[in-house]
């Protein structure tokens, strides 16, 4: 059984930055495929990022260069440092995990765990 709960959501300026962090219950890092969504108004739920067991990382292309995501397996952990925010990037926040690798941005069916998500606004 895996629990996600992400947290660090917030209201910042354009051009702040936010960290967001998801904790895992019932999981170990190197045995899922963890991965960041995010779901705007009106909006379908996208990927944002991901990063697979070996540490590889994806990235959706309006958030590369400015959105890093990391694991900790040690303390079951996967954070998504956010920087240069702009206000296109206000959305609800998801955290995901899929039990099986994959090799490039995920899709929302593509996961089996989520979380109830974070919520990030961004004023311009």
């Known amino acids: 059984q895996v629990q996600l709960v992400e947290s660090g959501g917030g209201s910042v300026q354009a051009g702040g930055s936010l960290r967001l962090s998801c904790v895992a219950s019932g999981y170990t890092g190197k045995n899922y495929y963890m991965a960041w969504f995010r779901q705007g108004p009106g909006k379908e739920r996208e990927g944002v990022a991901a990063?697979?067991?070996?540490?590889?990382?994806t990235y959706t292309d309006s958030v590369k260069g400015r959105f890093t995501i990391s694991k900790d397996g040690a303390k079951q952990t996967i954070d998504l440092q956010m920087n240069s925010l702009k206000p296109d990037d206000t959305a609800m926040y998801f955290c995901a995990a899929r039990r099986i690798g994959m090799f490039i941005l995920p899709t929302e069916s593509d996961m089996h765990y989520w979380g109830k998500g974070t919520l990030v606004t961004i004023s311009s």
């Open positions: 990063i697979a067991r070996d540490g590889t990382t």
